[in-house]
């Protein structure tokens, strides 16, 4: 088992030789708050901006924030001052809706009138990072060709991914800066308020599975099972992003980023069972959604019992995102080899990705020891 390396070099850096700020949009999720930490402890100066304020627990809270919608020109105006310095753009604000076809205006408009704000400000704008998924290829549809790769050919829409690519591509032509597009799968990192994280997920079902004293067991089919799966550790997703902002070799250039591994769900939860201290069992078809909502109860016990911060139980996991994940039959694996030929080589061991997050959640007291 290995853990982590040390991130590529950022010579050749922009930042090196000039002055530069990056705004973080959707800084509270999964994402947005791991790209500030790694902004921050390297010495790189960051803003971060969502809707709401972080939380006085947060690690971050101390940071530079805007409370506000971008898409509110009125907001604008008393904002635009805080705007003004911004070189680096990382886009990693998403607007959930029920249907594809619903996704796509709204997430649409969120990257125009954050690009039209900066413009509007004078931002002297250098890069943007704007993040995708493997949507991208079909993930979603059922089984796709894999391994993927950043020029395989798109699928017919309604897919906002693409109308997303196209405005920026647009834009970076028009208005004379860069961009770097990162496509991870399942991004797994420490998030409060942002359910559509698969690590929170298996943490929350794994602590009540061991409250309730039962074994743990993989929630989906054997199909899925024994499918190929690779996460995305959202610490190495944040390097990257700082990697892609500043590296010549990334400039409008689209690369998957996942940790570098595949796995099989089999295997992989044993090992979880086995961080957790309970037993696994064989795995059992269940709808996390509608077996899990009932045990709400049961986290508001362990909250107080277990000394944690009370986290609401909706912030804490999406049982929808998981299932989907955990019902899914079909391969899902992705070519890293461009980012890493680009300059870009650090991974991490899935198996140490997860044992080094649930115990970072319990260090952060969002879950039991």
């Given amino acids: 088992m ?10 050749g850096s922009d930042l090196s030789v000039e002055p530069s700020r990056t705004l973080v949009l959707g800084a509270l999720g999964v994402i947005g708050r791991n790209v500030i930490e790694h902004l921050d402890v390297t010495g790189r100066p960051v803003l971060g901006m969502s809707r709401r304020s972080p939380s006085p627990e947060d690690p971050f809270s101390q940071i530079p924030h805007i409370a506000a919608d971008i898409t509110d020109r009125t907001t604008l105006e008393s904002i635009g001052d805080e705007l003004a310095d911004v070189t680096h753009l990382v886009f990693a604000a998403y607007q959930e809706h029920p249907t594809l076809a619903a996704q796509v205006a709204p997430n649409l408009a969120l990257l125009r009138s954050t690009l039209d704000a900066l413009k509007t400000v004078g ?19 059922g089984p796709f060709k894999t391994p993927a790769y950043e020029t395989d050919p798109r699928l017919p829409g309604p897919n906002f991914y693409y109308d997303q690519e196209d405005l920026l591509r647009q834009r970076a032509q028009q208005e004379n800066f860069h961009f770097t597009i990162l496509r991870p799968e399942a991004v797994c990192g420490i998030a409060t308020g942002n359910p559509m994280n698969l690590m929170t997920a298996i943490a929350v079902y794994a602590t009540l599975c061991k409250h309730e004293k039962i074994p743990l067991r993989f929630p989906g089919p054997d199909l899925a099972a024994d499918a190929l799966y690779q996460v995305t550790d959202a610490r190495l997703l944040a390097r990257a992003t700082a990697w892609a902002g500043t590296s010549p070799t990334a400039r409008n250039e689209a690369f998957n980023m996942t940790n570098g591994d595949v796995f099989r769900w089999r295997h992989m939860f044993p090992r979880i069972a086995e961080h957790f201290g309970i037993p696994d069992a064989p795995s059992q078809t269940l709808k996390l959604a509608e077996h899990m909502p009932s045990h709400e109860h049961l986290w508001d016990q362990i909250t107080t019992t277990s000394n944690i911060r009370r986290t609401r139980y909706s912030d804490m996991a999406a049982w929808d995102f998981a299932d989907f994940i955990f019902h899914s039959t079909w391969d899902n694996v992705s070519s890293t080899v461009k980012i890493r030929q ?3 080589a650090d991974c991490i061991d899935t198996e140490t990705m997860f044992t080094e997050l649930f115990t970072e959640l319990a260090s952060r007291k969002l879950i039991p020891e």
């Avoid at 290995?2 to 010579?11: E, I, K, M, Y």
């Avoid at 931002?123 to 549809?141: C, D, F, I, N």
């Fill in 2 to 11: 290995t853990g982590t390396r040390q991130p590529a070099s950022d010579s």
């Fill in 342 to 344: 680009a300059g870009f």
């Fill in 123 to 141: 931002a002297p704008l250098r890069h943007v990072t704007l993040y995708q998924g493997h949507k991208y290829y079909g993930s979603h549809l």
